[in-house]
């Protein structure tokens, strides 16, 4: 009889203290990370997609977190595998670097970059076909951001109400504007060149040479968001659409990605490609207490 009452009593207590509204401390920066992926139509999932764990930042030591977005080329033999391999590689890398006291993070990709591509290029060739995956990559090392991208894959910043689209296309249409820059043909010339989407770089393509990696890192303030994403979205959704989404306030941070792939595979229900994305979110989190 004791006991149940003495129980009883903790329990009121308990209540008291989980009732009590709870102060916020101090605030904290932190590196949020997000991941979504979806097959869509496809029969195969040839987008690989990795993010380490988010961190809060430390004011004693550096801070990285990593995202990763990788599309194999469903044209060339086992995409999958490829791309699988790629963030293989990349995970493995990271893991040597990602508590060291300095780190060159731009030739850290570089070297990723070459090794990576040699490594595919070298995989047995089925029927005369290779295989091959785009990548887009971002570390970042507190408030600075690094990227490096090979292939169509894309990279935005968005800061408020404004994104940024800082990664080129790698295919053939950057070739063909530089010919319409040099007088070699008309734009109009250009725009009915069928081929103007062909990749022009990849891993796998063997001795790769085009890459953007910036050198000099993007300083980030509170609140700005990072969205790398396979072409299932961008091939889906405008850019107006992707800016609305992500900035919507009434769709919680956690639920951007998810909210952006969804979009996409309900926008085009009938042929939606593989469809990935992954987010860096350096925001200030409320340390609370009671």
């Not at 990349?90 to 591509?117: A, C, H, Y």
């Not at 900035?247 to 309900?266: F, I, M, Y």
Request: aromatic content about 6%; overall charge positive; hydrophobic content about 35%.
């Amino acid at each position: 009889m004791f006991g149940r009452k003495k129980k009883q009593k903790e329990q009121e207590r308990m209540s008291a203290v989980n009732a009590e509204p709870q102060k916020i401390e101090r605030k904290v920066p932190e590196l949020a990370t997000l991941v979504r992926s979806a097959t869509g139509n496809r029969k195969y999932q040839q987008d690989a997609v990795f993010v380490t764990d988010g961190k809060v930042l430390a004011s004693n030591k550096k801070t990285r977190v990593m995202a990763l977005v990788c599309d194999g080329m469903g044209g060339m033999a086992d995409g999958g595998k490829a791309s699988q391999t790629a963030i293989q590689m990349m995970r493995q890398g990271f893991s040597k670097i990602e508590k060291l006291p300095e780190v060159n993070i731009p030739e850290f990709f570089r070297q990723g970059v070459i090794t990576i591509d040699r490594t595919i290029h070298s995989f047995p060739k089925e029927d005369g076909k290779g295989s091959g995956t785009t990548m887009v990559a971002c570390i970042a090392e507190d408030n600075r951001l690094y990227w490096a991208s090979v292939g169509d894959s894309r990279i935005y910043i968005i800061r408020g109400n404004e994104m940024q689209q800082v990664t080129r296309d790698h295919n053939y249409w950057l070739r063909l504007q530089e010919m319409v820059n040099a007088g070699q043909m008309s734009m109009e010339e250009a725009m009915g060149k069928r081929q103007k989407e062909a990749l022009i770089s990849f891993l796998g393509i063997g001795n790769v040479s085009l890459m953007d990696i910036n050198t000099e890192p993007f300083e980030m303030k509170y609140g700005d968001v990072i969205m790398l994403c396979s072409d299932g979205i961008t091939k889906t959704l405008p850019d107006n659409q992707i800016k609305k989404i992500i900035t919507d306030d009434t769709v919680r941070p956690e639920q951007k990605a998810e909210a952006l792939v969804e979009a996409a595979t309900h926008a085009n229900s009938h042929s939606q490609d593989n469809t990935s994305v992954a987010m860096i979110l350096y925001r200030e989190r409320d340390i609370k207490k009671r």
